[in-house]
């Protein structure tokens, strides 16, 4: 069974850097997009920004310039590079990969990682 596992979240203070990682457990066969996403506190979840295979992103607004996003295909792995953070970042960030294993092709989501950002 697929799961996707994220790490790298944690407390950081304003202006400060952490770097999100995430990839599957399990049988994989191929990988489409791949993404960040967050949910802040008492709010919806939110696109952060996405990669297709190829490389090609888009970023939201709000995080452009502070973000990036990567991804490794040889090790199936994406990415969340966050720079010059702000307490407004603070969210649960979750992945999300658009992926093929046996049990055919569909989204599947990590189980979130708590991103902080407090003095």
């Known amino acids: 069974q697929v799961q996707l596992m994220e790490s790298g979240g944690g407390l950081v203070q304003p202006g400060g850097s952490l770097t999100l990682s995430c990839a599957p457990s399990g049988t994989i066969f191929s990988i489409n997009a791949m993404g960040w996403y967050r949910q802040p506190p008492g709010k919806q979840r939110e696109l952060v920004a996405t990669?297709?295979?190829?490389?090609?992103?888009t970023t939201t607004d709000s995080v452009k310039g502070r973000f990036t996003i990567s991804r490794d295909n040889a090790k199936n792995t994406v990415y969340l590079q966050m720079n010059n953070l702000k307490p407004e970042d603070t969210a649960v960030y979750y992945c999300?990969?658009?992926?093929?294993?046996?049990?055919?092709?569909?989204?599947?989501w990590g189980q979130g990682t708590q991103v902080t950002v407090s003095s």
């Open positions: 999300n990969a658009d992926l093929r294993g046996w049990g055919g092709a569909r989204d599947y």
């Open positions: 990669i297709t295979r190829g490389g090609i992103t």
